[in-house]
Every structure is written in C-alpha cells, then in structure tokens.
C-alpha cells in the first residue's frame, strides 16, 4: 500500500506527522454512517465514474474486488472540502482495515494504492478530523495494466490511461543475473516522479528508483537474487496520464588478456559491461581505458573490484578525460572490471591490461 498526492518526497514525514495527530485529535463527532454521504449509494466502479461525497462528517463509499490479489487504487480528490485538519481514508474488508491514507490539508488529492485480499465487497470510510470540515470529497477506483518484459529483449510503450492507475510488467529470469531496468518519458508529465519498483517472485524488491523532472529517463542496475517471475511497478505520483518506455537490457561481459587490447562495444543504452582477467599473487598490472566511439557526453564509470568483490581502483572516461589508466598490485585470483556509462550512451571503449617492465 502506498498513498501519495503531490511530490512523495515529504510522504514520510507527512504521514509520520499524521501518525501523531491521529494519536492526540479528539474522536470524530460521531460514528460512520453505514450509508454514503447525503444519499449517494452509487458503487465505485474500477476506471468508472468517480462518486462525490458531500460531507458532513464521516461518509462512506462501496465497490466490489473481483478476485483475490486485485490491483487496486482508490482516488480522492478534494472538491469543496475545507481543510481544518487532515481527512483519513480507511479501505475496509470484512471487518478488517485492508489499508490507509491520510489527505493532508495541504494536497488536493490523495491515491491508496492496495491489493485485495479476497473478492467481495469493500468500502472506503472518509472521516474528516476537524469537526467543522464540510464539503465535498470525489472518490474514484482506478486499476492497473499488465504487461510482459523479455530480459535482454525489446523495450514496450506503457500507457497510464486513468489518473491513479499503475502498470505492472512481468519478466522470467535466472538468479545472479544482471540486469538494467531502462525507463523513458514519454507524454507523462516531468513536473513529478514516476515511481519504478522490481520485485523478486516472493516479492522482495530488487532495485527501485523514479523518473523525475531532473531528466527524461531512469536507468536501476540489480543482479536477481533468485530466479523465476519477476515483477515491474510502474506509478506515477500524480493523476496525470501518460506513456513512458521500458526495457530490459543485459550485461555485455568479456575477458582480458596482458599485452592485448580488447575491443569493448555497448550497444544499448542502458547496458552495462563485466570484464574480467585471472591474476596470481603481487602481480602488477596497469589497466587502461579509452574512449573510440562512446557517443554520450556524461561519464562512463570504471570500478575494478578483486576477487572477493573490494573496489581496488576506480576512474571516469568523459569527453574532457577520454583515456584513464588504473595501476594496481594484485592478488591471486579473478579481477573484475565493470564498466557502467551514466547516461544512455552507446557506442565502444579499448581495454588494455599491461604489465609494467
């Protein structure tokens, strides 16, 4: 569950600020009706129409989950409500709290994200703090879009058709591998983040990060830690629609030997290269990178790592430095070098491992 309005970098604070009001403001007035605000009985439906609460107190809105582990969103949007205090969203199932928001005075709307845990009937129980609050509240229900992704494969257009929906994409894969979750703007607005998530088959999350108004897209670097199906999240922070651009793309990987250049070509953007070379003990290498024909103007990051995984050496390949060297003294075993551009370039680098005389 997760509820947002406005930017989600203050949702922390803000709702451990509601945590505190919640604990010292008096009991509502009076008990939740059993029966919407001023009459309205209309269900919510998933992508219908909203359905508009006049307030006066506590109010109560219903709708109906089809299937155990529905995706689901409920959408508040505050019309004429005053904002005295914070209004508090409870989505309830069979007598038990399914999840909660809180629309603080300061937002104008206000999304709970949640998955159902049975099918059945539900209701979202609004209950404004301030006993004075009136006015009208328009709750809406929005659902998701799936979709697959091919790790290593082709990128898909995903498009947010209702405020409040998300878009979930499912991709089969192996344990240990690496992979990077490349994400593009497309009409989405930049104003605010479009959230990404990867979670493993048992949920865990892999990697996670945002599209933000700072830059067009995302890239997120994760190995899996197991194998099997794999989910992405994709949620924008606001009701706006749009589209964005996802791909999968996989780890070029090579090996180096003394004395020989070796040729290294990305050819994707996003993707990410692991080099490696066996060592014995004190040997003394120098490692050097150049640029041929990257074609992005951002770094491309240098990170050599030993054989139980410690960074030895870094370094940066950019327009301004397009050849850095790496000297080190090594230990017996398999070095590693990954190659990481920051930006979406593409394009290739010469690697030459020497021994000095």
């Not at 990305?266 to 692991?274: I, M, N």
């Amino acid at each position: 569950m997760a509820a947002h309005s406005g930017c989600r970098r203050w949702a922390l604070a803000a709702l451990l600020t509601a945590s505190f009001l919640i604990s010292t403001a008096p009991a509502p007035a009076k008990a939740v009706s059993t029966a919407p605000a001023k009459g309205r009985d209309r269900p919510l439906t998933v992508g219908g129409p909203g359905v508009v609460l006049d307030l006066a107190g506590p109010g109560v809105a219903r709708f109906t989950a089809t299937t155990a582990g529905q995706r689901l969103s409920v959408v508040a949007r505050r019309k004429t409500l005053t904002a005295g205090d914070n209004t508090d969203l409870v989505i309830r199932h069979d007598g038990a709290d399914v999840a909660e928001g809180t629309l603080l005075t300061t937002w104008s709307d206000l999304t709970v994200d949640f998955t159902a845990p049975a099918p059945g009937a539900y209701t979202v129980e609004v209950r404004p703090r301030a006993a004075q609050d009136h006015g009208t509240l328009q709750l809406s229900l929005a659902g998701t879009t799936t979709g697959t992704l091919t790790a290593g494969g082709s990128s898909r257009l995903v498009s947010i058709g209702k405020p409040g929906e998300r878009a979930f994409l499912g991709f089969e894969t192996v344990a240990g591998r690496q992979l990077t979750l490349v994400a593009r703007r497309g009409s989405i607005a930049r104003d605010e983040y479009t959230h990404l998530e990867v979670r493993g088959p048992g949920g865990e999350v892999q990697t996670a990060g945002a599209v933000g108004y700072e830059a067009d897209y995302r890239t997120l670097d994760f190995t899996t830690t197991v194998g099997g199906r794999h989910t992405v999240e994709i949620n924008p922070d606001t009701l706006g629609t749009g589209t964005l651009t996802v791909q999968l793309v996989g780890t070029v990987t090579a090996e180096l030997t003394p004395g020989k250049p070796t040729r290294l070509t990305l050819t994707r953007p996003g993707e990410r290269a692991r080099v490696t070379f066996p060592a014995a003990e004190n040997d003394q290498f120098r490692l050097t990178a150049r640029r041929t024909t990257l074609t992005g103007s951002e770094p491309t990051r240098l990170r050599l790592t030993t054989p139980v995984g410690l960074a030895v050496a870094d370094g940066a390949l950019t327009t301004a430095t397009p050849e850095v060297t790496l000297p080190f003294s090594a230990s017996a075993g398999t070095y590693t070098l990954e190659v990481d551009p920051e930006g979406l370039d593409t394009g290739s680098l010469t690697l030459e491992l020497t021994k000095p005389t």
